[in-house]
């Protein structure tokens, strides 16, 4: 059973940066193989996809987040990372990695969840 455990979370001032991991276990094949995506979700919004790695560690980025957020993966490590810097109050919400074996990108579906790590950002 794949478990995806997010850390990192917190609030910090608008501005500040922030760096979010997701440690993966429990996957069939080799964690290498999956997308793996950062998505987020405000009170009251939908969830939405923030960025995504493939296999080959291509990108994707939401706009909002584009020249500010850096996905990066160690497949050594079974781990995600999310480092957001110029951090705006709108960037606020609880964050989720999720995992995917076939196709990537920003929206879902993702097969498997963690369950998310809050980041809160203040003005």
């Known amino acids: 059973q794949v478990q995806l455990v997010e850390s990192g979370g917190g609030s910090v001032q608008a501005g500040g940066s922030l760096r979010v991991s997701c440690v993966g276990s429990g996957f069939p094949h080799i964690y290498g193989v999956y997308c793996m995506g950062w998505f987020r979700q405000a009170p009251g919004k939908a969830r939405e996809g923030v960025a995504a790695?493939?296999?080959?560690?291509?990108?994707y980025y939401a706009d909002s987040v584009k020249d500010r957020f850096h996905i990066s993966r160690d497949n050594t490590k079974n781990t995600l990372y999310l480092q957001m810097n110029s951090l705006k109050p709108e960037d606020s919400g609880m964050y989720y990695c999720a995992a995917r074996r076939y196709g990537c990108g920003l929206t879902e579906p993702y097969s498997d969840w963690g369950r998310g790590t809050q980041v809160t950002v203040s003005s």
């Open positions: 790695i493939t296999s080959t560690s291509g990108t």
